[in-house]
């Protein structure tokens, strides 16, 4: 198991982890614990435009910073987008999921 494999296992066994997806720029998956079906696919489109737009506001503030993580608390989840150079981590937990 390699070590990206290993740090994924550990990531889900997180309380209240719905899924971990890694998408690439092309908003292809590397890797997604959940379903690949129609919500997968919209979560990582959406959640990989909206860390592009908080990733410009960064940077039109002040060009010498960068975005290195994001989190969005809704209602019913909680989105935490780790962007990369190449590539998006995005960990979808419940918040209260007792």
Same mark, same amino acid.
């Given at each position: 198991?390699?070590?990206?494999? +290993?740090?994924?296992?550990? &990531? ?21 614990? @959940? ?7 919209? *979560?990582? &489109? ?30 019913? *989840?909680?989105?935490? &987008? ?5 590539? *998006?981590? @995005?960990?979808?937990? &419940?918040?209260?999921? +007792?």
């Amino acid at each position: 198991m390699s070590e990206v494999d +290993e740090r994924i296992k550990r &990531i889900e066994q997180h309380k209240g982890v719905k899924g971990i997806m890694i998408v690439n720029d092309q908003n292809q998956f590397v890797k997604c614990t @959940i379903p690949e079906g129609p919500e997968a696919i919209k *979560y990582g &489109i959406k959640l990989r435009e909206i860390t592009n737009q908080a990733r410009d506001l960064v940077r039109s503030l002040d060009s010498t910073n960068d975005l290195t993580f994001l989190r969005i608390t809704c209602t019913k *989840y909680e989105m935490m &987008i780790a962007p990369d150079k190449d590539y *998006y981590l @995005i960990v979808i937990q &419940i918040p209260n999921d +007792e």
